[in-house]
Nanobody, 113 residues
Framework: QLQAYGGGLVQHGGSLRLSCAAS????????RAWYRQAPGKQRELVAE???????DYADSVAGRFTISRDNVKNMVYLQMNSLEPEDTAVYYC?????????WGQGTQVTVSS
């Protein structure tokens, strides 16, 4: 039900914008988030935005990444600036409600040095 897109290959210092679209209506959203998983590593939280608009970021991306949402379009975005090779990973979006937890299929981000 979630479709993440916008990944790709970018040079060190470059930018990408990830998008996550819901194919249908999702009610009672508590928060939306982006996670990432690098090869050989556990999936980690990158950024989160609550239903009230409060945001939180992993220390490694704070100041470089920005999470935002469009409630009308039912979208969540991740603007990634000043990308580093360490940001290379598969990025997943997540939408959490009181009853269900939705995950998108991942989109690959590769940052070349």
């Amino acid at each position: 039900q979630l479709q993440a897109y916008g990944g790709g290959l970018v040079q060190h210092g470059g930018s990408l914008r990830l998008s996550c679209a819901a194919s249908g209506s999702i009610f009672g959203i508590k928060f939306r988030a982006w996670y990432r998983q690098a090869p050989g590593k556990q999936r980690e939280l990158v950024a989160e935005i609550t239903s009230r608009g409060s945001t939180d970021y992993a220390d490694s991306v704070a100041g470089r990444f920005t999470i935002s949402r469009d409630n009308v379009k039912n979208m969540v975005y991740l603007q990634m600036n000043s990308l580093e090779p360490e940001d290379t990973a598969v990025y997943y979006c997540r939408v959490n409600t009181a009853l269900l937890d939705y995950w998108g299929q991942g989109t690959q981000v590769t940052v070349s040095s």
